[in-house]
């Protein structure tokens, strides 16, 4: 296995961060295992893409992360596929209000299955390939999993679970796996970002004074998997400042 090129395994691929995280592990020479929920023709064009540059470096799978049995399933595919997993990106993310008072279990159970459940299950999943290639897992948490944004409570609750679950999981997957996670501010606004005047307040609290790109984000993902050798346990954050500015 010694001679093979690493493999990753990314969810939620197929378009926005995921498919930026994919095109930056892809250039640096990782085959990728692709996860996608229900965006289909952009993770095949995704995938037209990274076949065109090298033949036989990708697999797509398909999954609700929803559902349990998937998870191992997935892990099981990727090794199956390519024989050995160097890294694991847990991305996918489900993301919508649950303005208090409205909010239900169903809100609940959808948040934290994308958000916590699936990211925890694959990690136990992986881990015993991941310890015997001294691999990395990064999971993607946001900022407001420190700083809870109004009217979305069941989010930011499931991304701080997840915020923990990267310090636990660093904690028991040592010496041999490393994990991490990466929280971004404003990099994509959100399909539901229509308040103009909303997004300059955000921009105006952000000492860099922009929005980041996803390949700034892309970029951070692949330092913690490959170069980031003596950091575990952290939640980076790529926004701009907009934590410490009150």
């Known amino acids: 296995m010694a001679d093979r090129r690493p493999v990753a395994l990314v969810t939620g691929a197929a378009r926005r961060l995921g498919a930026a995280i994919a095109r930056r592990l892809h250039a640096d020479g990782y085959d990728l295992a692709l996860h996608y929920r229900s965006s289909q023709a952009e993770l095949g064009a995704l995938v037209a893409e990274l076949e065109s540059a090298r033949p036989g470096s990708t697999l797509v799978l398909q999954a609700e992360l929803g559902e349990f049995d998937r998870l191992p399933e997935m892990i099981a595919a990727t090794v199956g596929r390519f024989g050995r997993l160097d890294a694991l990106v847990n991305n996918a993310s489900a993301y919508f209000a649950t303005p208090l008072g409205k909010a239900t279990p169903a809100q609940w159970d959808m948040l934290f299955a994308s958000n916590a459940r699936a990211p925890f299950f694959l990690a136990q999943a992986a881990a015993p390939h991941l310890k015997a290639t001294r691999g990395a897992i990064v999971n993607m948490t946001d900022i407001y999993a420190e700083r809870p944004r109004p009217g979305h409570a069941l989010y930011c609750m499931a991304k701080a ?58 970029g ?27």
């Open 220 to 246: 951070t993902v692949a330092w913690l998997l490959r170069d980031a050798g003596y950091v575990t346990g952290q939640v980076i954050a790529v926004d701009g400042g907009r934590l410490i500015s009150g």
């Open 161 to 218: 679970a997840l915020a923990m679950a990267t310090k636990a999981l660093a904690l028991e997957l040592a010496p041999d796996v490393r994990v991490n996670a990466v929280a971004p501010g404003a990099i994509l606004w959100g399909d539901d970002e229509t308040d103009e005047a909303r997004k300059q307040r955000m921009l105006a609290r952000t000492p860099l004074a922009r929005t980041g790109t996803p390949e700034e984000i892309a």
